[in-house]
């Protein structure tokens, strides 16, 4: 479609028909990006009824995004993982959607309640509109991330997706807290950005290009890498490259070196927000460690089915010490949103077992840790969206957030519904079968297990075991517990939109679990790897010693 | 054109450093320098209470990358590097209106800039 309207306006040369190319596969992202255009026109509308439209907009727009991320198959050129991109589109906006249902009556609350109970509208005073249209402008980053082919693309994608959320933190709530939370959560996010931007200065260092991945075997970094890794080992400078680029993305994870503002980001956030923090800026991370991994490839070690040890090893560490780290704090902690932030940390372990597993031999998701990997962050953003749902749903008589373990006892005799998705969803993330958290851990232990990492699967199980002390506190109270004192001065919020995204991710955690199979194998297929060429930069095959011409000056 | 980055990490002796002009500077002292920076930033952010300076530290690690990517894109001999440097400053200036919006928005809650004095949330 893109393609005939466009084609005119160029003349018929290589640029632009590999422009042409790339637009065809950012359909969604402009999809998202006029929603998202449209919803801040909107925001200025100096009209209530007319304002009030504009999560519908947003929702249908993520919904056309999806549509069209799911039609549109093609895929990035050269990518060793070309497949990742509709998968994950469609992924992100089906997620998307209950994250909008769940921010209904999150900004300026108590501004919309005076209005609504007789005071007059003032446009200037409500930036609805505006909160909505970051958003959406986070998961057009998010998107992005998923398309990326270039160093300076996911550098900006990543910027994109993170920007927005800072705002979105600082105006949650009219609180202290959330604008606390927001500096917190600013300051940490823009030392990890300059982390990995001087990891991205090292690649560009080692290898000359930005360019991840290339079409027709033209030089990029996954060809330079390639040829490296055929002399022996990445350079150094590479080396150390790669590692910083992930020391930075931890961040965006909240894996290890990077975890500690977790808990009191999504304590001082608004509960919907922090639901959005929690599963947003976690995948744009996983793509961008996936994405450079799968420049570097897996091809390294006896069995070829490794990446190169330094890289490995830290890898290796961040994962158990992040494991470990979220599930021991997450047993120490008493409010809810902090057991569930530190929950999120953990699950960040969970996947990057995964990372390290590598896409095995292609052949099942058993074996393929990157399909589990694609097909957890989907379990996972179901399962996450629930448990903050349930939060968002209730509170206090005072109008305050709910917080404690005993806010929840006997929510199942209080509310049925509530409890009910509580339960479903902390058991899921606590990896009861049969739900649908169970298959993606499962998955994660197999392709841990066939990757011959035995000491850091065992890590995950026992890990396991350790959350399952703090879920079932989540399970058990809610269903066998007789409601105490506070939970019976709790009153559910009324917004039919936070219930209602409460209520998908239960059913979806229960009911996609017949199709597993369908989900898994459209994960395996999205992460299938094509091994990298080896070229260096003058465009030749891998060679041993390449001295430095002396007419390069 | 170059062929290969092998050299990258062996001594400066050994490298012909005369693409930086006759002047006896090396892409090895630019990224010395942008080490410096970054590392500076790195203890300044971890040292420093003063939320202005914090985020000032944050822009030094920022512009540390952005002296490496120049460096590299003038000894790779290709505009990449510069290119990318346009785009990180773009995303810097983002960063600074930001930062001093949220910076405002506590300072009038509570006169002070001083990271210490909000500690709302502690774990």
Known sequence: MIQTILTPMFAETDASTEMLEKLGFLTPEIALFVTTCLVMIIGLSSSRSIRDTIPIVSVIGLGVAGFLAYTNQSTIAGAALGGIMPFLKTLIAIVGIPLVLLMSGTVDRDYENAVARGLPFDSIRSNRGEFYAFLLFSL????????????????????????????????????????????????????????????????????????????????????????????????????????????????????????????????????????????????????????????????FGAEGTSLPEPIRITLWIIAALTMTFGNVLALLQQNIKRVLAYSSVAHSGYMLVGVIAGPGDGGSIASNGLGAVLFYILCYGFMNVGAFAVLACLERSSGDEIETFEDIRGLCETNRVLGWVMVLCSASLLGLPPLLGFWGKLYLFTSGISAGEYALVAILGLNSAIAAFYYLKLIAGPLLDEPGESAKGLRETPYVGRVIAATVSAVSVVALVPFVNVLANAANDAATVTPAQAQTLDGSEAKIESPRSDDDA | MITSLAHIAEPVTTVAPDIFGDVGVSLYHYLFVSATLFALGVIGFLTRRNMIVMFLCTEMMFQAAGLALIAFSKYHLNHSGEVFVIFVLTIAAAEAALALALVVLLFRRRETLNAEDWALLRG
């Open chain 1, 140 to 299: 057009t980053g998010l998107m992005l991330c998923a398309s990326a082919d270039d160093l300076i693309w996911l550098f900006l994608a990543l910027e994109l997706t993170s920007l927005p959320t800072y705002v979105m933190v600082s105006i949650s709530s009219g609180k202290a807290k959330s604008q606390e939370a927001g500096i917190k959560y600013f300051f940490l996010g823009a030392v990890g950005a300059a982390i990995f931007l001087y990891g991205f200065a090292m690649i560009y260092g080692a290898t000359g290009t930005t360019v991840l991945f290339a079409g027709d075997g033209e030089y990029s970094i996954t060809t330079a890498f390639a040829a490296d890794l055929a002399d022996g080992a990445l350079s150094p400078i590479a080396t150390l490259g790669v590692i910083l680029a992930i020391i930075g993305v931890c961040f965006k994870i909240a894996a290890v070196p990077m975890h500690f503002y977790t808990p009191d980001v999504y304590e001082g956030a608004a509960t919907p927000v922090s639901a959005f923090l929690a599963f947003v800026p976690k995948t744009a991370g996983f793509v961008a460690i996936l994405l450079l991994l799968s420049a570097v490839g897996w091809g």
